[in-house]
């Protein structure tokens, strides 16, 4: 079994909306993901400019990290919009090292920065802090439901 983290492309997209229904549409998520918006989802995420993503792959996908690079006053910064991995896959490792190989590949390419946008006090939110992601001082998420 070859465990390879190759770039996120095109070609992966179907495979990869699979994986993200599977997880999202479960415990503790519960969402509603369709195949067809999962597959809009990534496809609109890998069409943002300065797109940066690779997947975990053995003898499938088991798991993508997907984001863009943004510039700032202060240099880039990197907006993490999803990472995931195969329910049955979880808690062994490869979330971690997908994080760890997409930070390597940030500072090579001069990111300061790491930004995501979590659900509170849920498993991935202690994934994150594990990792060295601590709450902003200085910014919060607000939402106006319409």
Same mark, same amino acid.
């Given at each position: 079994m070859l465990r390879q983290i190759k770039p996120f492309t095109a070609e992966y997209i179907d495979d990869c909306a699979w994986l993200f229904l599977e997880v999202f549409n479960s415990e503790p998520w519960?969402?509603?993901?369709?195949?067809?918006?999962? %597959?809009?989802a990534l496809q609109q995420i890998l069409n943002t400019p300065?797109? *940066? !993503?690779?997947?975990?792959?053995? @003898?499938?996908?088991?798991?993508?990290?997907l984001g863009c690079c943004e510039p700032t006053d202060t240099g880039k910064r990197f907006f993490l919009k999803e990472i995931c991995v195969?329910?049955?896959?979880?808690?062994? !490792?490869? !979330?971690?090292?997908?994080?760890?190989?997409?930070?390597?590949?940030? %500072?090579? *390419? @001069?990111?300061?920065?790491?930004?995501l946008l979590t659900r509170k006090n849920s498993n991935a939110e202690f994934?994150?802090?594990?990792? !060295?992601? %601590?709450?902003?001082?200085?910014?919060?998420?607000?939402?106006?439901h319409l």
């Open positions: 519960n969402e509603k993901w369709t195949f067809a918006n999962a %597959v809009l300065n797109f *940066i !993503g690779f997947i975990w792959q053995e @003898d499938m996908i088991l798991g993508f990290v195969k329910n049955n896959q979880q808690r062994q !490792g490869i !979330g971690s090292q997908l994080l760890s190989y997409l930070t390597q590949y940030l %500072v090579e *390419i @001069d990111v300061k920065l790491i930004y994934f994150y802090s594990k990792q !060295g992601f %601590v709450q902003s001082s200085i910014m919060t998420m607000m939402v106006k």
